[in-house]
């Protein structure tokens, strides 16, 4: 029986693991760096971008896969699928979605629902996760959208980043522009709401950002089952650090820890550490 494909961009930062695992493509986005156009988690690891971000006083600039890119992964995916879904970044961070809006319109060979799910990175990720394992029990298209989201519409997602420079520069800095300037030293705590980047809190430093984190994270649970994934730029140990931590207070259902692939750290710089997470509503 053919299955629902699933799609999505390389934002999603999900480990190549899992998308090989769900069967989900991939459609990597592009960094323009020193005149080199390169395809995000394929010519550019995270290492080598937040290595050249230390060292460089350039920043890349990144763009939405062409019409072209998605139109080929949607051809080679209706030849087996009985529909698609492409689940991409909030259409306020990105014009990825507009690109596959665009692709979906030029096939005609399968239906393709596409979805902004309102989040990035492994909030994305978790989405398509979802996704996924519905299509992987054999539901048809309507089902597997209302699972993901149902899933998008829980998803949180904060993040303690180092400074403010790179979202600035690349001017995906939202409602955290009233940060910039600031005299104060802080640890902002930015997160995704309604699509778009804010301010959570401002605290002075990073012991107390995870502090924030976790009373956040303590007031959302509740008792309930909890997905995250530690979110990480060049952090390793801090990420670690905290899955144990989380590991230990709340046994998770699952529990990822991802470095942040090179198209969000682009804009996010080194040093980012954060959390991904919903639970399940009973």
Known sequence: MKRVAIVT???????????????????????????????????????????????????????????????????????????????????????????????????????????DCQTAAMGQGFVVMEAARTAAEGADLET?????????????????IDTLEYLHRGGRIGGAATLVGTLLQIKPILYLADGHVDVFAKPRTRSKAIRVMLEQLARQVDGRRLHIAILHAAAPDDAEALRQ????????????????????????GPGLLGVAFYTDES
């Open 9 to 115: 961009d390389s934002s999603a930062s999900l480990p190549a693991r899992l998308a090989r695992d769900l069967g989900v493509q991939v459609v990597p986005i592009v960094l323009a760096l020193n005149g080199h156009i390169l395809r995000d988690g394929i010519d550019i690891t995270p290492g080598e971008l937040y290595g050249l971000l230390r060292h460089s006083n350039h920043i890349p600039t990144t763009s939405a896969p062409s019409i072209g890119d998605f139109l080929r992964v949607y051809a080679s995916a209706a030849e087996t699928a009985s529909g698609i879904v492409s689940i991409h970044m909030s259409s306020q961070l990105s014009a990825t979605l507009d690109s596959a809006a665009a692709a979906s319109q030029l096939v005609d060979d399968v239906q393709i629902q596409v979805l």
């Open 144 to 160: 597997v959208v209302a699972r993901a989201q149902a899933v998008a519409a829980r998803i949180q997602l904060l993040a303690s």
């Open 245 to 268: 931590r989380i590991a230990e207070d709340y046994d998770p259902v699952e529990l990822h820890v991802t470095e942040m692939t090179p198209v969000i750290g682009a804009h996010t």
